[in-house]
């Protein structure tokens, strides 16, 4: 037993040491970019100077899909990730859920932009190949492709974003090699970009230039940033203490190092989903007692949400968000058994409340929910849905 608990110490000091170091490199490398990139010279780019360096996915997604709208941009991009020549196809961004699509009659491609590294959502390829290209748009899975883009890597989506709810029928296995590829931002999108040649069109040359600067800012490739990588790539063998030794022990301990940086990103990422998982529960909370001293009602309440039955049996409340990808708090419409295909009545009911209270955005991808949708305004969502509810007889 002492054994034991003296080799559990021992494995969590090592970890907490891995933490600790890695936290300590974060540091330096910090600094040194810092140091760097306050002796740059002057430099202006416009989607810098609006962002403030913090462009979103969505963001990146409209511009790409603007470039794809040029025929000649779209062609090169088809020839050079897909291998494919094609007639004009048209652009969609942030349609469907989806980050930017190419349609035509026999081909339906599906671009996931991952250029910031926003967390995979469950069944999230899947659900765009089989529910969006498939059920709603009637393509087959011969006309089906994806362009999976990385920020600087080329690893694939996990099995949770390619598997159905059961975690079967991986969709890449199902569209096959020649239809999915995955790129990255840093090295793919970034070169391609620089080999466009738009001749004759000065404003489209000027905004790829601007584009390919941010991009090249954001990864830190231009020649402007040589010396920073350097200092840095040399601070990291010298705090390893391989800066002398052969390349292969080099390898083993960067290797090593960046397992320890995995495990600190992952502590990070569970600290940032425990944090915000407190402040959303703590939000509804408050929002329950301001709605029941506004409304004069007590409300039902479980570990995680607040609401009220409504008279046709559906639950109508607020959630915290503990099992939601971006715990964030939502309201919606549950009923444990729905079947939206087998009980249309419930569903017609729920939207024509929606429409007397002006709610026009909200989702459905959910078995036992109706309808739902994350808000930051819960008094406000919840007090007009529980009017409407009494003025349309469902209370």
């Known amino acids: ?25 974060s540091l330096q ?22 962002c403030h360096g913090r462009f979103k996915e969505t963001g990146h997604s409209l511009v790409l899909a603007d470039m794809l709208r040029h025929p000649a941009i779209q062609h090169s991009f088809l020839e050079s990730f897909l291998n494919l020549e094609h007639d004009y196809l048209n652009v969609t961004a942030e349609t469907d859920r ?19 590294s926003a967390e995979e959502q469950r069944n999230q390829v899947y659900r765009y190949v089989h529910e969006i290209a498939i059920d709603k748009y009637g393509y087959s899975l011969s006309q089906i492709y ?7 890597n080329h690893n694939p989506p996990s099995e949770y974003s390619l598997c159905d709810e059961n975690n079967e029928n991986n969709v890449f296995e199902e569209l096959g090699e020649e239809h999915y590829t995955v790129q990255s931002y840093k090295y793919d ?15 489209i040359d000027s905004a790829l230039d601007q584009y390919i600067d941010f991009l090249e800012n954001k990864f830190h490739t231009t020649s402007l940033d040589k010396d920073m990588n350097n200092e840095i790539k040399e601070l990291l063998l010298k705090e390893l203490h391989v800066e002398n030794s052969p390349m292969e022990e080099q390898i083993q301990a960067l290797e090593n190092q960046y397992e320890k940086t995995e495990e600190l990103l992952r502590s990070i990422e569970n600290l940032k989903i425990d944090i915000r998982k407190k402040c959303s529960h703590e939000k509804v909370r408050e929002w329950q007692k301001q709605i029941e001293e506004k409304l004069g009602i007590k409300l039902s309440e479980d570990d995680h949400s607040f609401g009220i039955q409504l008279k046709n049996k559906v639950w109508m409340g607020i959630w915290d968000g503990y099992d939601s990808p971006n715990h964030l708090p939502y309201w919606g419409f549950q009923y444990t058994t729905y079947k939206k295909d087998e009980m249309p009545d419930l569903y017609d009911q729920v939207i024509q409340l929606l429409k007397k209270v ?32 009494k003025e349309t007889g469902l209370l």
Not at 31 to 44: A, Q, T
């Open 1 to 25: 037993m002492i054994k034991t608990l003296s080799l559990s110490n021992s494995l969590f000091q090592y970890k907490l040491d891995g933490l600790k170091s890695g936290i300590c490199f």
């Open 29 to 50: 490398v910090s600094n040194i970019i810092k140091k760097h990139l306050s002796k740059r010279p002057f430099h202006l780019n416009v989607i810098e100077a609006a």
């Open 98 to 116: 989806v980050d930017v699509a190419l349609k035509g009659e026999d081909i339906f491609i599906i671009i996931e932009n991952k250029v910031n």
């Open 146 to 152: 994806v362009i999976y883009l990385n920020p600087t």
């Open 189 to 203: 999108i970034t070169d391609w970009l620089r080999c466009l040649s738009v001749t004759n069109e000065p404003h």
């Open 358 to 389: 002006g709610i026009d955005h909200f989702n459905t991808e959910n078995k036992e929910w109706i309808v739902w949708c994350t808000t930051q305004q819960g008094v406000e969502r919840f007090t007009s849905l529980y009017q409407g509810a």
